[in-house]
């Protein structure tokens, strides 16, 4: 299975974006998806997690109430839709799956990596 992110750019504060993350491959069992971030000299940050089947979510209280993870079925693809951006969004954000049907927030426990797509808001 790979992960390939998409969607990412330079927008202005209060903009949107949308991120993709399409999937070459499904794993059997009920999994997790996520969004992590990492900006430049800070520590990689869980963004919104997903469990495939189930449809159980997550959200740093950071981005609740402007980011909507969800996923598209038939296309094996992972989406972050982001409202209301802000200049400390800024960072490489990162598609990651989990072999377990538990979210989690540590990135340890993530099994499989995107190589993440740069999201800058200028202010």
Known sequence: VRLVESGGG???????LKLSCAASGRASRDYVMAWFRQ????????????????????????VKGRFTISKDNAKNTLLLQMNSLKPEDTAIY???????????????????????????VSS
């Open 10 to 16: 330079l927008v202005q504060a209060g903009d949107s």
């Open 39 to 62: 900006a430049p000299g800070k520590a990689r940050d869980i963004v919104a997690a997903i469990t495939w089947n189930a449809g159980n979510t997550y959200y740093s209280d950071s």
């Open 94 to 120: 990162y598609c990651a799956a989990r072999w377990r049907p538990y979210i989690a927030a540590d990135a340890r426990l993530y099994d499989l990596w995107g190589q993440g797509t740069q999201v800058t």
